[in-house]
């Protein structure tokens, strides 16, 4: 069997020079989020059937997706390489594929972690730990990972810029703002088509409040995606939610019918950007229409209930909007399903249950039962994955239940911790004018009522 080194010198099984080159032009375009990574390694399989790192990338690539129909792609790839006689590195790849696909995703980040100690320029193994970091909402691992790897890396070497992307998300989401401004545009210097990085620069700008900037920040950017680019729909909701937050909702709901759902992607993570989206536009007061309706339309197309929380939320935000009862209890009942244990069907009892459950209650009018829930799961809501921006909706249900309840004390504390880092969030003043308007409105009621005299002895 063939041996080759790649781009970053290291051993690659079954591997010819043509096979390499394909992997490391797959391997950029999975760094930068653009083009077709698996469009471009299938073709080097298909002559080289033996390439190993070929069939890894190709099982990374569909893993990562959290697509239900991926799951079948991944096994049928991890028996090929059982076939194949992998060297350390390799068998650590799929030993840590293997675990992820059956939703140990704990011990497949660990497994990458062993691999990135010993090759830390492997880069499709420190990407693939990264991604299953913020799947699992691991902040800190998620920068740790790449800080772990950095000094084994020149910038000049091939890829560099997606560890120095990779690290600005890291520290963002780590609340080291200035460090993770200086890494992403760093990062972007190397390479100016890295979408990662330019991602991890949004965030800040979002953490920071800095609406203003972060829409000059895309539309700087925008020449840079095009209609392979795999975080354009993802890139078009920070810009969306940058115009809520300054109270621009028309512009807000123009990026929604444009970029968000103008191409009705039924990929999960833009289904996910449009639920949360459109959540968050009928929140601020904006007439959905029938839009509800065609998202959920393309949620059934693709979605299948119990396989990742974070899916499942934004899933069920889509059965509540359009008011499919029977879809949301297929949903929650998922939550409970009696599937072989693993990190997901341990979330999705934990957190899925009860997040999805207090949706289902908020539908149903019992919303003291709702703010139960979304107050018991807040402390461990990280584990649901995705990003502080996106878990943010847990909190704006939370508060928005608590006004409605009325709580005004659990709603005011909440957004005393929400406005100072934010003052000039449209978001968060909206919240904030809805308070003011129900404890007055309590108030008023209070003066009214009747009194009522208890004879005593």
Known sequence: MNH??????????GAHPEATAAYAQALRAFHCCQGDPVGLITPALEQQPDFAMGWLMHGWLHALSTEPAARTVVEQDANTLRKLALNRRERLHLEALVAFNCGHWQQAGRLLLTLSR??????????AGHYIDFLRGDSKQLRDR??????????????SHALWGMWAFGLEECGQYEEAERAGLKALELEP??????HAVTHVFEMQGRSADGIRWMREREPHWNDNHFLAIHNAWHWALFNLELGRLDDALHLYDTYIRGGRSTAMVDLVDASAMLWRLEFMGVDIGPRWAALADDWEAQAEPGHYTFNDFHAMLAWVGSGRSAK?????????????????????????????????????????????????????IHRMGGSHAQRDLVDLLLIDSAIELPDPELAAKLIAKRLPQRPQDGIGLRIQDRLRTATASE??????????????D
């Open 4 to 13: 080759t080194l790649d781009h970053a010198g290291l051993d690659c099984t």
């Open 328 to 380: 949301a209890r297929e949903w929650l009942t998922a939550q409970n399903s009696t599937a072989s244990p693993s990190d997901l069907t341990s979330l999705a009892r934990d957190v899925g249950e009860p997040l999805l459950s207090a949706l289902q209650e908020r539908q149903q009018g019992r919303t003291a039962a709702a703010v139960t829930q979304l107050q018991a799961i807040r402390p461990v």
């Open 146 to 159: 790449i800080a772990m790897a950095l000094p084994a890396w020149d910038e000049n070497d091939p890829g």
């Open 193 to 198: 088509a890295d979408a990662w990085a330019h």
């Open 443 to 456: 108030t008023d009621q209070s003066k009214t009522l009747p009194v009522t005299v208890t004879a005593t």
């Open 118 to 127: 010993e090759w830390p320029q492997d880069a499709l193994a420190l990407q």
